[in-house]
């Protein structure tokens, strides 16, 4: 009941709130959601204006960050002895207020002292110039960061003679950049969100949109008054997704709107089996595009080589489930002319999270879904700007613009900034953490990240964090990765968020 009522009323409660949160800076609040972007997800927006459909853009999400832009900083004085802070939530420590000043806290001492920007930029430049490269390494999260501050990170870690830089949204798409990369040639979704209505299938899988893209149920709202069938392929029968109140909606507010169509409960890690299995219904059925396969794709006899070799009772025993809700889900399929599949962290999060997105791909271009109207291959993201993070080549393994870091890419990119880039691949976030743990790694740069709590084994990322000469944490507000013991020093930086970055900015959203 009470899931019920947070999913119908949770919008509204949410407006309420932030009134109260930005009682004190409602001009400043309101600038912000006339002129800024959506601090929430990563679906285009203007201000209030939407990209994909008329009307006013205002997610929940995006009205419970709003506070972190407003706020006010904090009294210091309370991080000289970090004793009364140690046990306070991440909510908590947020809502403290914003960093106003460097802090840094030295071995052996309680707590962070107030320094001033240039000891603080001597201590970095200091530890730099005796640090091999190979020791230091630099991390952001993607939520708010903008492609200038994705771009300028890398290019100070590369001007510096290393390529350990990465971002936590290479961690959550990864598979999906790779996947989509050996699939159809480029790792950015086929599709936009204008496409979702009046698509005669939209096919969620692994996916939680109502939870993580909340104004996403505002456009499947749409495209179910636009006769768009929606389905679900989820070990776990998303609520959110089988019902949802639309709050921009009089019609949804009041009675609802039924999302999913039907669900099909695979069990974890039955993606492919259950993928597979389709297509090799579609396929002896005869309700393949035999046309979009020969003229538009390669490859195909792989692919149908490995649907002869499995069997359905093999794909039954993968997928969970048996080859009747394959033949359910291919008959939704072959009776569309359209299809958009949408997909996230339930696809990415596994080891074989490529081969999860390579078989959607193979699904969709299987059924010429791919490159036409009200089509296309769509991996969802969570938050706003993180695919600039990609693009502007903030990841070990890859340059600004997608070049694979090697020999002549580095000496391309050296002759156009006029320093010696590194040639060499990078450490991924995991690596630094298990480099740091043995005690090869001297240098962490932080902008805005939480590695102590989203990185699985906290006690060993704790050991690790404790393990490195100097850690810098970037960032508005505190977090307790910042609380880690120094093993010599911790440098506290405040950051500007992205409305009060001087000349404007950009940020690139899928």
Same mark, same amino acid.
């Given at each position: ?158 001007? %510096? +003679? &290393?390529?350990? =830089?990465?971002?936590?949204?290479? #961690? ?7 996947? !989509?990369?050996? /699939? ?70 009041? %009675? +609802? &709107?039924?999302? =999913?169509?039907?669900?099909?409960? #695979? ?7 259950? !993928?597979?299995? /389709? ?232």
């Amino acid at each position: 009941m009470a899931s019920i009522l947070g999913r119908r009323f949770g919008p509204y409660l949410e407006i309420f709130k932030t009134l109260w949160a930005n009682r004190r800076s409602p001009l400043y609040a309101l600038r912000i959601l006339r002129h800024g972007v959506c601090d929430g997800c990563a679906l285009g927006t203007s201000g209030l204006k939407d990209w994909t459909m008329s009307g006013v853009h205002l997610c929940w999400i995006r009205l419970n960050l709003l506070h972190l832009n407003t706020m006010k900083s904090f009294e210091p004085s309370p991080l000289s002895n970090l004793d009364s802070l140690k046990g306070k939530t991440e909510k908590e420590l947020r809502m403290l207020g914003r960093v106003q000043s460097p802090l840094v806290r030295r071995r052996g001492e309680p707590g962070f002292t107030p320094v001033s920007w240039e000891e603080a930029e001597d201590l970095i430049a200091d530890k730099i110039s005796k640090t091999e490269p190979k020791r230091s390494a630099f991390y952001l999260v993607s939520r708010g960061t903008t492609n200038e501050t994705y771009y300028a990170t890398q290019k100070v870690a590369r001007f %510096l +003679g &290393t390529n350990h =830089v990465d971002n936590s949204a290479r #961690i959550c798409h990864s598979p999906s950049t790779t996947g !989509l990369k050996t /699939t159809i040639g480029f790792a950015a979704t086929t599709c936009s969100y204008k496409d979702l209505i009046g698509s005669d299938l939209v096919v969620f899988i692994g996916s939680d949109a109502a939870n993580n893209q909340p104004v996403l149920m505002k456009y499947m709202h749409l495209a179910k008054e636009a006769g768009t069938k929606v389905l679900s392929i989820n070990p776990y029968r998303e609520p959110g997704l089988e019902k949802y109140w639309v709050p921009s909606s009089v019609r949804s507010a009041v %009675l +609802g &709107t039924e999302i =999913v169509e039907q669900h099909f409960p #695979i069990k974890v890690g039955g993606d492919i089996a259950f !993928l597979n299995g /389709t297509m090799k219904v579609l396929h002896e059925r005869g309700a393949l595009n035999d046309r979009f396969i020969a003229e538009r794709t390669s490859g195909w006899d792989e692919v149908q080589e490995e649907l002869k070799q499995s069997s359905f009772k093999e794909l039954e025993t993968a997928s969970g489930v048996p080859q009747a809700t394959m033949e359910s889900f291919a008959d939704y399929l072959e009776q569309a002319n359209s299809a958009v599949f949408v997909w996230s962290m339930g696809i990415t999060m596994h080891r074989h999270g490529v081969a999860n997105v390579q078989t959607i791909a193979n699904l969709a271009l299987a059924l010429g879904f791919v490159g036409k109207p009200k089509c296309g291959l769509m991996p969802i993201r969570g938050h706003s700007g993180v695919q600039g993070g990609a693009e502007m080549g903030c990841v070990p393994n890859t340059f600004p613009g997608g070049a694979a870091v090697g020999s002549e890419s580095a000496k391309n990119l050296s002759r156009h900034w006029n320093f010696e880039v590194p040639d060499w691949p990078g450490s991924y976030a995991v690596d630094m953490i298990n480099q740091a743990e043995k005690g090869d790694l001297d240098f962490l740069y932080c902008v805005g990240s939480n590695l102590l709590d989203v990185l699985p084994d906290r006690a060993f990322v704790r050991r690790a964090l404790e393990n490195i000469s100097l850690r810098v944490h970037h960032d508005i507000v505190l977090n307790r990765q910042m609380f880690v013991e120094p093993k010599d020093t911790v440098l506290i930086l405040p950051a500007t968020t992205r409305y009060e970055m001087e000349g404007g900015n950009t940020e690139t959203s899928t």
